[in-house]
Nanobody, 122 residues
Framework: VQLAESGGGLVQAGGSLRLSCAVSGGGFSSYDMAWFRQAPGKEREFVAYISWSGGSRDYADSVKGRFTIDNGKNSLYLQMNSLEPEDTAVYYC??????????????????WGQGTQVTVSS
């Protein structure tokens, strides 16, 4: 399974970006998926989660109400609105084959993309 993010870039505070994650190699419809991010000098952190069925979603408190996670055919998306300089980070998509456990923990994920840079200027 391979994951490839796209859609990152430079945006002014208050702006929007839509990240995409293309999943290849099969099995996407059975994977829980998530977005994580890592800011310079910080640990990678959970951003958003969607269950394989799409019936369950969750967000970090810092992005709740501003970001929306969604999935399509072999793709994962993250719509980011009202961006803040604190959102500057490399964003990673991740997938896991087995549900259960703490979906906010990166150790629970089997597949990772290479990341896409998001920079928000003030």
């Amino acid at each position: 399974v391979q994951l490839a993010e796209s859609g990152g870039g430079l945006v002014q505070a208050g702006g929007s970006l839509r990240l995409s994650c293309a999943v290849s190699g099969g099995g996407f419809s059975s994977y829980d998926m998530a977005w994580f991010r890592q800011a310079p000098g910080k640990e990678r952190e959970f951003v958003a989660y969607i269950s394989w069925s799409g019936g369950s979603r969750d967000y970090a408190d810092s992005v709740k109400g501003r970001f929306t996670i969604d999935n399509g055919k072999n793709s994962l998306y993250l719509q980011m609105n009202s961006l803040e300089p604190e959102d500057t980070a490399v964003y990673y998509c991740a997938g896991r084959q087995l549900s259960g456990g703490d979906y906010r923990s990166e150790s629970r994920y089997d597949f990772w993309g290479q990341g896409t840079q998001v920079t928000v200027s003030s």
